[in-house]
């Protein structure tokens, strides 16, 4: 194979991973890793790289929509991101202590459970009772539009959604993912926030937790150049693309199908991590 | 609830995520079109095996540039790869100035905190 045929190859196949990353709002980290790792046969130390870059650009690139739309609360975000990046260079640390075929368990897990989070009940019950002091404090309540007008919210339970977040940021530096699943769980779950400004500030997140590790992959040699190429325009693309799709469809099935293609994927990790295959 | 001021220095943040993301994305073009002509028909670089260096062109930011200047394909899109992580850390530094103007100093030292732990890893350096 050439350089120009592997280039091709991997940003035809990144283009799918973003497309349907941003259809099913699970983000092209967690496929494009597997993708790399399991059919192109990468190290996974690239993989994670080159995933960590086409991140920061997917998650950069739709957080300006939704910001203007205003269902982002950069408040929530700003707060939330003290969490993300500690745990990020925790994870970026851990890393490089630990072996491929140990990262690529992890990765095995993170996927399932990804899978699992994804067809959970996504509305979580209004939040009632007093409201919550540190949230008070730090003024993170807010109202976003709905077609009805603006809705307001409170938000709960503040230090265990900060804990949360400090979790999936380790996971993000650890795995080159997004790990939006898991941000979004911490912010509807934990702290009843609306699901669609969850969802959209966790995005809004995403950028500033993959950045806090990806100083110190350029620093390790985990980014290479010419596959982080191909992967970062590639999932670029195809998530532009899916964003687009995404406002005429409701795409159930496709959801449901591509969690399936997650639960297979992450059982593959496992095994090709516990064999020493990866 | 969003003040006007608030609301409109967010617009902002907007527009210089999409600015800082088209950007990187062109360079990167650049590069791989350099890095294509030169390189295209050469058989695929390894990617198999984890080298723990980069080659010396690539491995300090004024090597990068040096050699980008030089049209080095690869070192172009090292470039473009550095304006994309710089655009989230632009955008953090730029929310330090919006809570500055509004006298939010929770939130400014917040912020710093958060600008600090990203240059933190900007400028960590692995041989330590």
């Not at chain 1, 192109?40 to 929509?65: C, E, K, Q, R």
């Not at chain 1, 995005?203 to 950045?211: H, K, L, P, Q, S």
């Not at chain 1, 005429?248 to 449901?256: G, K, M």
Request: hydrophobic fraction near 55%; charge should be neutral.
């Amino acid at each position: 194979m050439t350089n120009l045929e592997f280039t091709l190859l991997v940003a035809l196949g990144s283009l799918v991973a973003g497309f349907l990353g941003a259809l099913t709002g699970l983000g092209g980290g967690v496929v494009i890793v597997p993708l790399l790792a399991l059919v192109f046969g990468v190290d996974i130390h690239y993989a994670i790289g080159a995933s960590l870059v086409s991140v920061i650009a997917t998650s950069s690139g739709a957080a300006a929509a939704y910001v203007r739309e205003g269902f982002t609360n950069v408040r929530i975000g700003m707060f939330l991101e003290v969490a993300t990046t500690l745990g990020a260079i925790g994870g970026a640390h851990l890393a490089g202590l630990i072996s491929g075929s140990g990262i690529a368990v992890v990765f095995g897990v993170v996927l399932l459970a990804s899978a699992y989070l994804s067809g959970r009940h996504q509305d979580a019950p209004p939040a009632e009772g007093e409201p919550d002091p540190i949230a008070q404090r730090l003024r993170l309540d807010g109202e976003y539009p709905t077609p009805d007008g603006p809705h307001s919210y409170r938000v709960r339970r503040v230090p265990l959604g900060f804990a949360m977040m400090l979790f999936a940021g380790m996971l993000s530096g650890l795995l080159g993912i997004g790990s939006g699943a898991f941000k979004v769980l911490a912010m509807d779950h934990a702290m009843r926030i609306p699901f669609k400004v969850s969802t959209t500030t966790s995005n809004f997140m995403i950028g500033v937790t993959a950045a806090a590790s990806a100083g110190i992959y350029f620093a390790r040699g985990y980014i290479d150049p010419a596959l982080a190429m191909p992967v970062m325009l590639g999932v670029l693309v195809g998530s532009l693309l899916g964003a687009r799709v995404l406002t005429h469809a409701q795409p159930r099935v496709l959801r449901i199908v591509f969690a399936l293609v997650i639960v297979a994927v992450g059982m593959q990790m496992i095994y090709k991590g516990l064999t020493g295959n990866l | 609830m969003d003040t006007p001021y608030e609301a409109n220095f967010e617009q902002l943040l907007a527009k210089l995520l999409r600015a800082g993301v088209l950007l990187s994305a062109g360079v990167v073009c650049l590069g791989a079109i350099l890095y294509l002509i030169n390189a295209g028909g050469a058989d695929a670089r390894e990617h198999k095996v984890f080298k723990k260096e980069q080659p010396a062109d690539l491995r300090t930011v004024e090597a990068v540039v040096t050699s980008a200047l030089r049209l080095d394909g690869l070192a172009v899109i090292e470039v473009g790869l550095f304006l994309l992580v710089a655009t989230p850390v632009a955008r953090v530094a730029f929310s330090v100035y919006g809570f500055l103007r509004e006298r939010d100093w929770v939130y400014v030292a917040m912020t710093l905190f958060v600008l600090a732990v990203l240059l933190y890893s900007l400028f960590f350096d692995a041989a330590h």
